[in-house]
């Protein structure tokens, strides 16, 4: 059966992938739990050297209401933090 997971794996590959044809080193995973936190411990236990994320661009009361992992990712990290706005 197609799950979440499939579908993330799939997703991640497939833009992991995309990178690799540029010549850059990616790995990937695709986890459950809280996003944010999720993205932060395992960088952080993993001797990751940058998280790449994508953001959506809200702003403003919309941002606040919605909230974000990416702003999450951003304000917990101490590993750098590339910020792309899809």
Known sequence: TFTEETAADSYLAAQAHLLADNKLEVDYVA?????????????????????????HGH???????LGSTA????HHSAIPVLTVRR
């Open 31 to 55: 986890l459950s739990g809280s996003p944010g936190d999720t993205i932060v411990k395992y960088a952080q236990e993993n001797d990751c050297t940058l998280i790449a994320i994508a953001t």
């Open 59 to 65: 702003g403003g009361f919309r941002r606040f209401a």
């Open 71 to 74: 702003d999450y990712v951003v």
